[in-house]
């Protein structure tokens, strides 16, 4: 298994929040689904599904989501899921999303690894994918 890095951009799109499923006491439970296009060493379409939960306090709260990504990463085909868990702690941010254990398909088969992102002050993504094969 050789470790290799991908980077890239990603552009967002349909970002559907359903009514909060829960709401006591000012903190809220919901579902949010939203679309993804990669570019770069990873090529492709990703479809994710985020469980949101709210607070009162303003940047405290946190989302988990599963993402699966289809597309083309270093001219290998297949696909794969990915796992997030995002925490904001009145501001205070960590994310890790990492590829769930034998979830990839096709040329992508054994993948493993982790995906850091950034939102740049213009507001665009980037992403650096640390992974093995």
Same mark, same amino acid.
């Given at each position: 298994?050789? /470790?290799? +890095? /991908?980077?890239? +951009? ?7 929040? !359903?009514?909060? =499923? ?5 903190? +809220? ?15 492709? +379409? ?6 949101? $939960? ?8 946190? =989302?988990? /989501? ?19 868990? /995002?925490?904001?702690? !009145? ?12 979830? $990839? ?11 850091? *992102?950034? *939102? ?10 640390? =992974?093995?094969?």
């Amino acid at each position: 298994m050789n /470790a290799m +890095t /991908a980077k890239g +951009t990603f552009d967002t799109a349909d970002w559907n929040a !359903k009514p909060p =499923y829960e709401d006591r006491d000012g903190v +809220t439970l919901g579902l949010v689904t939203m679309s993804k296009t990669f570019h770069g060493d990873l090529t492709g +379409t990703s479809v994710v599904t985020l469980l949101v $939960a709210s607070t009162p306090v303003e940047d405290s709260r946190s =989302y988990v /989501a599963l993402e699966r990504i289809e597309g083309t990463l270093h001219g290998l085909s297949g696909s794969f899921v990915v796992q997030h868990n /995002a925490v904001s702690d !009145k501001g205070e941010q960590s994310l890790r999303i990492s590829v769930v254990p034998d979830s $990839a398909t096709g040329e992508l088969r054994g993948l493993r690894g982790d995906m850091g *992102i950034v *939102i740049g002050p213009d507001g665009g993504h980037s992403y650096t994918f640390d =992974y093995r094969l």
